[in-house]
């Protein structure tokens, strides 16, 4: 999953990479208000930095994907 979280990230996914959705327990983790929790576990699903975790529960809070 690491793998391929990052080479979507870089641009490199091409459209054989299936883009990566927020699993149910990191939806619920974001409706609870948990918002550091939410960022641990998609660094535990995806692998991603502290940095780049931040910026997908950031996104998603905002509505975007």
């Given at each position: ?14 459209p ?49 994907p």
């Amino acid at each position: 999953a690491q793998v391929e979280f990052l080479r979507r990230r870089e641009g490199l996914g091409g459209p054989e990479a299936p883009a990566w959705e927020p699993s149910p327990a990191v939806m619920d983790l974001m409706r609870a208000g948990k918002q550091t929790d939410a960022v641990r576990e998609v660094m535990r699903e995806t692998g991603a930095s502290l940095k780049d975790a931040k910026a997908i529960v950031d996104r998603l809070r905002a509505g975007r994907p």
